[in-house]
């Protein structure tokens, strides 16, 4: 199979306007992906599903990931002047990361036996602008997948066939699998208390200590 | 009538018995339970049922498809919060008199999924249970042993009387409330009624 640049040179050439970035990962897995923009997301899938030398006709896998906003600190060497003496200082740099919903697609070839190539796409926040467009027009396996990543995640996929929760009942409104989500407060009995569960069930006898 | 004059009478070939104890005999021996698996408990009870460790020499072969026939409902697996209000009302469609047996790490507590979002910690937070089983999953041996203790304890219920059997007292419940699916959790979260934590000893 082509490598990621490649493809990413290809799909630019195809679609027009197409913003792809390729994301590095530096685990020992080294297996990066195609953040693709939501815009094009649906031609650059297309794409990818019907170029007759790719041929990724099968979505394995599609899941979130939740990025809450967070403060990365960086350091780096910076060269600076001290008493006339040019010196290397350690420096802090602290970068603000905004926060953001990834849905991860994981598409193979059945018909050419490779893959796996990796699409992300990202919502531009996670509070209100959590709309991507769904991809299960083309793959129809991601429909479940979807709804469980609009279920546990709250992404909202535009054009999915039935967009409802799958896992959580109707009523629910939480989306558990997000980082900020806070579990009902149900610490009665833990004859074993140990970790963080030991702040909780203490958290939760103070509560009912002052009702 | 005491047990030595009994056992004289039986060896002049007199049998005497109790109304009681051959209601309880007759009830502990055919207890029919509700066909009803949650999760990888259920493969052990459906085993217990087959040829290899045969429930049925206890008299329950028959797993009734419906709880309008069923006396034992085994709650072989893990209660979501989703499935817990449909095992309330399973449990409020049978007939008295009824038993629950909680198989199961899951059924009991919750399990290994005890701190998760969506499993419910322990059916006994919103029907009363009769025999519960540790294990994860039980060996249907365990399923049999529950089956055994729980027919112990039918044969020991009192017809009359203040101790008498559940199902005996017109002022017992027989049904218990359906919780609701709330916007964060299940609603109410536990039936104070039947269920309050244990007191922990340190």
Known sequence: ME?????????EAAVAGAQLTVVPNDSPVAQP??????????AVAG??????????DYCSNMTGVDWPEAELTEKIKVKQVVDGVEKEVEEVKKTLRPGCLEA????????KKHGPVILRLRTENRADKNHLPSLTPLWRGC??????????????????????RILMWDEFKDHPMRKDYVE?????????????????VKAHQAKEASV | MDQGLRSELQKQGVFTTTLEEVYNWGRANSVWPLTFGLACCAIE?????????????????VFRPSPRQADLMIVAGTVTKKMAPLVVRLYNQMPEPKYVIAMG?????????????????????????????????????????????LQEKIEQQKLTGPHRARHLDPDAPSEFPVPVYGEHDLVPPKNPQIWQPPVVQR
């Open chain 1, 3 to 11: 490598t990621l640049e490649q493809i990413k040179s290809r799909v």
């Open chain 1, 33 to 42: 992906s195609l953040l693709v923009d939501n815009a094009h997301a649906v």
């Open chain 1, 47 to 56: 794409f990818l599903r019907d170029d007759p030398e790719l041929q990724l």
């Open chain 1, 104 to 111: 991860v697609y994981h598409l193979y070839s059945m018909a």
């Open chain 1, 143 to 164: 429909e479940f997948q979807e709804r469980e990543a609009y279920d546990l995640f709250g992404i909202v996929f535009d054009g999915h066939p039935d967009l409802r």
């Open chain 1, 184 to 200: 009902p407060d149900d610490y009665e009995y833990e004859p074993t208390p140990h970790d963080e569960l030991v702040e909780k």
């Open chain 2, 45 to 61: 009870m459906i085993a217990a049922s087959m040829s290899r460790f045969d429930l049925a020499r206890f008299g329950a072969e």
């Open chain 2, 105 to 149: 790490a899951c059924a009991i507590s919750g399990g290994p999924f005890k701190q998760g979002y969506n499993v419910l910690k322990g059916i006994d937070r919103y029907v009363p249970v009769d025999v519960v089983i540790p294990g994860c999953p039980p060996r249907p041996e365990a399923l049999i042993h529950a089956f055994m203790t």
